[in-house]
């Protein structure tokens, strides 16, 4: 059995490796793989909780994909059996481009658009963000890996909520439908919007139903999004409109 295999298989048994200087206990691997699933868990609960797709499962299986990846690159030294082990050169660098490229196209499958609205970028950016933290974890770079874990939960949960609070614009989509000779005029429309401080961003007309109905169709905005339930309140109790739309955008 050749020499330098023989003081590995040692090593092992003691559960340390020593490895051209290099000191590290064979456990090592498996408590950076359950502290990866310990924090895609985590993560992937909050996108569980707000029922998206990409849940609890596919954030736990991307933070542990991650994290094999760059164990195999960081533990590779385990399977040289070799005397000069400065003549190995590894650069985790590239395993660790070769895992976002792969990830850029699971982020892309959880992107949903709908007519003039688009959903799932940040789940998007939550997986992005889960396979950053197991390469990190899958380098053993703990204290970095817990503070990344942190920053995400709290840009997720407690900056979700303080959106919630800032007066920001809340786009919508609202379409209305009226029949021919009976339908309102765009200046009707913007007055009712205007009552409950809600602007026309852009408009446009659509004729249909063999030129029976003509339709509104408009993005809006308001910095509050109790009132688009006033304005769609409001439709219901109009009897010229015969249909309407109301869809707030966002993620």
Known sequence: ????????????VKNRVDWGGRVEFIGEPFVRLLTALLIGGVI???RAYRGRAAGFRTHILVCLASCVSML???FQ??????ENPDVIRMDPARMAQGIMTGIGFLGAGVIMQDRSS???LTTAASIWITASIGIVVGTGYYELAVIATLLTLITLAIFNKLV???PIRRYAFLMMKFNRGEHWVEQ???????EHEIVVSSLTYKLSDMGQSLAYQMTVRTTDLKRYKAVAEALLDTPAVIEFNLRPLGD
Not at 77 to 82: K, P, R
């Open 1 to 12: 059995m050749n020499s330098s295999l023989f003081y590995t298989l040692k090593g092992i």
């Open 44 to 46: 992937g609960m909050d």
């Open 72 to 74: 195999l690159m960081d």
């Open 77 to 82: 030294w385990l399977t040289e059996a070799t």
């Open 118 to 120: 688009v959903r799932g």
């Open 164 to 166: 919630d609070v800032l």
């Open 188 to 194: 009707n429309i913007r007055e009712l919007l205007s």
